[in-house]
């Protein structure tokens, strides 16, 4: 696990994502938790990618109401909180996930809302 300060640049990229957040679009899953439409979310996302060093990673963005875990992960995952929407946005192992920051897990992780964040995976190489 490494947390990693986000330069001005992202930061500023953030704040506009984080601005736009409440128009785009979004669909519930059976938790109630929100994900962000894909297409009307990229013209956000994707510029800040470049100054992070994710250029060319997937992504999705949700809003979570819920503690979901992940286990087995074929790879890293990265987290960029988008806001600071609650003091109990956390993962296990990690801590506090706030506004700024980014956070890269490899293995296993339980993360406990509500937060509402970028979720960024590399890309997944085809066999030869």
Do not use: Q
């Given at each position: 696990m490494t947390d990693t300060t986000l330069n001005i640049e992202a930061t500023q990229i953030l704040g506009k994502l984080a601005e736009v957040l409440p128009k785009i679009r979004s669909s519930k899953d059976e938790r109630g938790n929100q994900l962000y439409d894909h297409e009307d979310i990229s013209p956000y996302v994707e510029p800040l990618l470049d100054p992070?060093?994710?250029?060319?990673?997937?992504?999705?963005?949700?809003?979570?109401?819920?503690?979901?875990?992940?286990?087995?992960?074929?790879?890293?995952?990265?987290?960029?909180?988008?806001?600071?929407?609650?003091?109990?946005?956390?993962?296990?192992?990690?801590?506090?996930?706030?506004?700024?920051?980014?956070?890269?897990?490899?293995?296993?992780a339980l993360v406990h809302p509500s937060l509402a964040a970028v979720f960024v995976v590399p890309p997944i190489k085809s066999s030869p």
């Open positions: 992070i060093g994710l250029n060319g990673w997937k992504y999705t963005v949700w809003k979570f109401y819920t503690s979901f875990k992940w286990c087995d992960l074929p790879g890293p995952v990265v987290i960029i909180p988008i806001c600071d929407i609650s003091k109990s946005a956390c993962s296990t192992p990690g801590g506090p996930l706030v506004y700024g920051i980014m956070r890269k897990i490899n293995g296993d």
